[in-house]
């Protein structure tokens, strides 16, 4: 990687962060709220393309671990009323543990298994929250007494704060020393163990880490709409919607899922006028990208270059 | 001391016995050649030592402590390396960036390489020939730096023992002799070199001592020489005394030619696989293309059935091949064979012989099913038996029956013979010759063993790192390559 791509790069996230800053004075509440959902999924998309871009495994529930988050920090909230910044950690640790009891068997699995297993583990998700209907609402959700904020433009803030925090330590962890170990990890096991690389615990650190951030954005979510439903947190639908913005920004780049994921919730809204068609067009519009330009919208431009 | 010490290793697959009762020493500063034709085990040797596989039973000591069932990261960081045939580097950071990631501590905490690492990475660089393709990305070097980098990899943290697998693989002869004067350099360093290649030729001036493996088991242990003049490994890679009987000799010339290979090459990535290669056959004619694994049998094989793309053209009767696709030249009477079988092994002996003949009317493929189990008896008796519980042999059978049933024009045979025991070696070259005898059925034959090939054949090629060395008939082959061959 060069000193100027980085110097770009730099630039292009300061640029970034300053315009997004200076929106609230601007933007109508309405269209705040919209960026605020899409930051949250940007992180989602995010932690996601940590383990399918690097540690090369894909994970076909993102929902669980943000689910696991996120009603854990409504769970405790409407039992105790701790602080919400407590309900987060929470739902944080609990979407870890869950995360980790998940990928330790998981991982031992070879070829599409772990996807597959991801993939039960929402449904199981999903229909706890069903059969325990009493204490999670069920299919109708539940609400939660707290909030983060009234106010639209601090939520925007809460939001945009975390996903810049989220986008500089995923992507500095990617770049690391570390991230290369997980790189060559998820490239060729075998080759990576050969050279002296416990390969399963680096994936696993990696789902972890995954894991983290899944939870931390699903409790804030959470916090920020002030309800939790199975159908806007952990619906399968949910999960697809992430992995496509992560393709469609560009695996294994960190940043591009980000904005693929922003771009999707966007996109989604502000074709809202067309009606039903609205998620028709987007997936059409995915679609093609995935089609022809495999690497993502923004998979060469945030990529150094490769052929030198 | 010996660096590593190998006994009684035994590797089982299912009901295959992959390594059976292998064991071997390996000293500082020395180098040990495993050789054995393909599907020998001396790879899963190989794999079993670097604990990417487990024994079954048998012990690997380095520096007399027991490695089975340690994980292969432990191995390696035990002190051993190993150089991948093929490998997958990172193709999105440098070739510098590749060599570090061998040097970086196995913690999630480093976050940073420690001081000290990049001068080594450099420095390790330098000392294969690399260190002018630094801040170039994999994908845009030529293979022979690839395998250094491969190889800077490996020795990167400074192992006791270094194992390189087909260390010549793909290379041209200038970049072997390279790579030889690297392998030695190691032995100079006190590294203990385990070279695993399919081919004596290659490693005999550079092993110190050869280890030879046949199905599975060890045939013969010594230096170079001794190995060579061996009688098992004479009979393992030239099936024994050279016997050769044409069939129609002269008459075949005269017929009309069926499939016409012109100057055709073929890339894998960088690694050229067939130079140049011209061949003919001609209708009726039993042709017997012979070499070592590696040659480019397989590649010319594939080229011709539409499988890889190549450079050149390849005619078959009156009109190119080029541009159709493998299921429309299958259709048109080339018919392959392939090496691994390819057999549908859930499917019943029957039901794969019924696939074959799919487009046959009814009438014609039952008439085509009677003629085979005629010429394979035992596929008769086996009719309900599920493909994947047949033997090797029978296996191999029913792969030559099922493109029989295609009515084939043209039959590929690609190493029919391989990983089979010399008893059914026996039974096959029998339904061969009975094929050759009884239909006028044109034949394209790939062959290592050279004693399988040579009896059925009319005229032979001889494939060598890709190109064609030598074309004639038989009895002349045995004559004049006879001694070479090795």
């Given amino acids: 990687m060069t000193r100027a791509f980085n110097r770009r790069l730099l630039f292009a996230g300061i640029v970034f962060v300053l315009v997004a800053t200076v929106l609230p004075l601007w933007l109508s509440a309405y269209v705040l709220g919209v960026l605020t959902t899409a930051y949250y999924f940007g992180v989602f998309s995010m932690s996601w393309d940590l383990l399918f871009g690097f540690a090369g495994e894909v994970n076909f529930g993102p929902t669980f671990l943000i689910g696991l988050g996120a009603y854990t920090a409504a769970l405790l909230d409407n039992a105790y009323h701790p602080p919400v910044v407590i309900c987060i950690a929470a739902g944080a640790l609990a979407a870890l543990v869950g995360g980790v009891l998940l990928a330790l068997p998981a991982l031992r699995l070879r070829g599409p298994y772990f996807g597959l297993v991801t993939l039960v583990a929402v449904l199981l998700l999903q229909n706890a929250i069903v059969i325990f209907a009493r204490f999670t609402g069920g299919e109708i959700g539940m609400t939660v007494p707290d909030v983060l904020s009234v106010d639209p433009k601090l939520n925007y803030c809460y939001a945009l704060a975390f996903f810049v925090v989220s986008a500089i330590l995923l992507y500095g962890l990617s770049r690391s020393a570390v991230g290369l170990i997980l790189q060559a990890s998820g490239q060729d096991a075998v080759e990576a163990q050969a050279l002296g690389f416990n390969v399963t615990k680096h994936k696993l650190a990696a789902f972890s880490v995954s894991a983290l951030f899944s939870g931390v954005a699903g409790a804030m979510l959470v916090f920020y709409m002030g309800a939790a439903s199975v159908g806007t947190i952990i619906d399968i639908g949910i999960g697809v919607q992430i992995i496509i913005g992560a393709v469609l920004g560009g695996r294994r780049t960190i940043l591009g899922p980000a904005i693929g994921a922003i771009f999707l919730v966007v996109g989604t809204e502000l074709l809202r006028p067309l009606g039903q068609l609205n998620t028709f067009v987007i997936a059409g519009i995915a679609l093609a990208v995935i089609l022809f330009f495999p690497d993502g919208l923004l998979g060469h431009v945030l990529r150094p270059r490769e052929n030198t | ?486």
């Fill in chain 2, 1 to 486: 001391m010996n660096a590593l010490e190998a006994r009684g290793l035994v590797k089982r697959y299912g009901g295959l016995v992959a390594v059976n009762d292998i064991g071997f020493d390996l000293h500082d500063g020395e180098i040990l050649g495993l050789i054995g034709p393909n599907g020998s085990g001396k790879s899963t040797v190989m794999k079993l030592v670097m604990g990417i596989e487990r024994p079954d039973a048998g012990s690997v000591k380095l520096d007399g402590v027991e490695t089975v069932g340690w994980p292969s990261y432990r191995i390696a960081r035990a002190g051993v390396g190993i150089v991948f045939q093929h490998s997958r580097p990172l193709h999105r950071q440098t070739v510098l960036e590749n060599i570090k990631l061998a040097l970086l501590p196995d913690s999630l905490l480093r976050l940073t390489a420690t001081a000290g690492v990049d001068d080594r990475a450099r420095e390790i660089a330098d000392s294969v020939g690399l260190g002018d393709v630094l801040h170039r990305h994999p994908a845009t070097l030529p293979f022979a730096d690839l395998r250094r980098m491969e190889m800077a990899k490996a020795i990167a943290r400074d192992p006791k023992v270094v194992l390189i697998d087909e260390p010549f693989a793909g290379l041209t002869g200038g970049e072997v002799e390279t790579f030889s004067e690297l392998i030695r350099a190691l032995r100079a360093q006190g590294h203990a070199v385990l070279l695993v290649d399919h081919n004596v030729k290659s490693v005999a001036a550079l092993a110190d001592r050869v280890l030879a493996m046949y199905l599975g088991q060890q045939v013969s242990e010594g230096t170079v020489d001794e190995v060579m003049r061996n009688e098992t490994v004479r009979r393992v890679y030239l099936g024994g005394t050279l016997e050769a009987s044409q069939r129609n000799g002269a008459a075949a010339e005269t017929r009309p030619s069926l499939l016409r290979v012109e100057d055709v090459s073929v890339f894998y990535g960088k690694a050229q696989a067939l130079e140049h290669v011209d061949l003919h056959v001609n209708e009726g004619e039993f042709v017997s293309v012979v070499g070592l694994n590696g040659a480019g049998k397989t590649t010319l094989f594939n080229a011709i059935s539409g499988l890889v793309p190549y450079a050149g053209t390849v005619a078959f009767g009156d009109h190119a091949l080029a541009g159709r696709t493998p299921a429309a030249i299958a259709r048109d009477g080339i018919v392959q064979c392939p090496e691994s079988r390819q057999l549908f092994g859930d499917m019943t002996v029957r039901e794969n012989l019924d696939l074959g003949g799919q487009h046959l009317p009814a009438e014609a493929r039952a008439e085509q099913l009677a003629w085979l189990f005629e010429l394979f008896p035992i596929l008769e008796s086996r009719q309900g038996q599920v493909a994947r519980t047949l033997s090797g042999g029978e296996q191999q059978m029913l792969a030559i029956a099922r493109a029989l049933m295609m009515r084939p024009k043209l039959l590929i045979l690609d190493e029919p013979t391989l990983g089979l025991a010399p008893v059914i070696l026996e039974q096959l070259s029998n339904a061969l010759e009975r094929l050759r005898a009884s239909t006028p059925i044109t034949v394209l034959l790939g062959e290592q063993n050279v004693t399988f090939a040579l009896p059925h054949a009319d005229r032979v090629y001889l494939l060598e790192h890709a190109r064609v060395v030598w074309e004639g008939e038989p009895a002349k082959f045995a004559a004049v390559m006879g001694e070479g061959y090795l």
